[in-house]
């Protein structure tokens, strides 16, 4: 089970996200978790993504990848987020969660660099803002 304490660890000894690029739909790339992550969340729930779910990691616009690209040290983050967007989700949590997890697990994998702290607090903002119209 992944939780705040290893989280890290499992990203370094690259034993926590198997995923597969599957295919590119209206200007997103789309990605395959192979194997199920299950997940402590911050206010203790559990729950699991299965494998075969899909994500397109982090739903960036194509014209803005060179400032902030969708795949990157917070695909993990991505992926628990897109996750718990999901209809089949085994965890009963509000859409405001959900963005919370994911600067919760963003500050996690990212705490020691400057540039990456503000990318999560742009990634927050930007599920905030435009993020009710993919929620569940």
Sequence with gaps: MVTSKNVVQLLIADDLIKVAYVYSYKSCDYWKVLDQITVQLSCGKVTTIPAGFYTDMSSVPRWSWS???????????AILHDWLYDVTCDVEITREQADNELLYWSRIINKSRYSNRIDNWIRYCGVRLFGKSHWK
């Design 67 to 77: 400032l902030m690209s969708p795949v990157g040290d917070f695909n993990f983050a």
